[in-house]
């Protein structure tokens, strides 16, 4: 039970270390207005409605093949590996100073 938790907990650590590191990058691109750190904490708490969901769906549809779960999961961490690291590049910063909250560049959101 103890490494259960403590995998939660990490992961949780990890989740939420994530989000300064990209809001310390993009927050100055587009002003650093308190309606822009509201909509980077709307895009990760989505990402992480969207993790759970993942999580239940993932035991729900494989609930008596551990295996199969493993699997999938595994695959799913490699993908994410390909996205390191996770800094934002200089192409991803707005060009005007339109609204950004729905802006196609920004595809972390």
Same mark, same amino acid.
């Given at each position: 039970?103890?490494?259960?938790?403590?995998?939660?907990?990490?992961?949780?650590?990890?989740?939420?270390?994530?989000?300064? =590191?990209?809001?310390?990058? $993009? *927050?100055?691109?587009?002003?650093?207005? +308190?309606?822009?750190? @509201?909509?980077? !904490?709307?895009?990760?708490?989505?990402?992480?409605?969207?993790?759970?969901?993942?999580?239940?769906?993932?035991?729900?549809?494989?609930?008596?093949?551990?295996?199969?779960?493993?699997? =999938?999961?595994?695959?799913? $961490? *490699?993908?994410?590996?390909?996205?390191? +690291?996770?800094?934002? @590049?200089?192409? !991803?910063?707005?060009?005007?100073?339109?609204?950004?909250?729905?802006?196609?560049?920004?595809?972390?959101?």
């Amino acid at each position: 039970m103890l490494r259960y938790i403590l995998t939660i907990f990490l992961s949780a650590f990890l989740l939420f270390q994530v989000q300064p =590191i990209l809001a310390r990058y $993009i *927050l100055p691109w587009y002003g650093g207005t +308190p309606a822009v750190w @509201t909509t980077c !904490m709307l895009c990760f708490q989505i990402g992480l409605l969207a993790g759970y969901a993942y999580a239940h769906g993932l035991v729900a549809c494989f609930r008596n093949h551990p295996r199969k779960q493993a699997a =999938i999961h595994f695959c799913l $961490i *490699l993908v994410s590996l390909t996205f390191l +690291p996770i800094t934002p @590049t200089d192409a !991803m910063k707005p060009e005007t100073a339109a609204d950004p909250t729905w802006g196609n560049r920004f595809i972390y959101c």
